[in-house]
């Protein structure tokens, strides 16, 4: 389920702040006020969450390092250690 922020039409209050993050399925219809203070709220735009970008494939050699077993497929259901 994807996270929503919601912030405060007016103000900001002392109990919520400048906003809140709610998690809720994408088929509900969006909060049009604060569940803690009853203020009338409206959804933000869903911002990309940021992922690392690969800078290259990985090989053989990466998955060693990093500690993985690499296994070879030699014929049908047997593989051997490279």
Known sequence: MPVYRYVPL?????????????RHSAN??????C??????VAREDIHTI???K????LSVT???QAGF????RTSA???EKQ
């Open 35 to 40: 569940p803690v203070c009853g203020q009338a």
């Open 10 to 22: 007016k103000s900001p209050c002392k109990l919520c702040g400048t906003g809140f993050d709610r």
């Open 54 to 57: 690969l800078l290259k494939p």
């Open 62 to 64: 990466d998955a060693k």
């Open 28 to 33: 509900e219809p969006a909060l049009t006020q």
């Open 69 to 72: 077993t690499v296994l070879k």
């Open 50 to 52: 940021n992922t690392p």
């Open 77 to 79: 259901g047997e593989y």
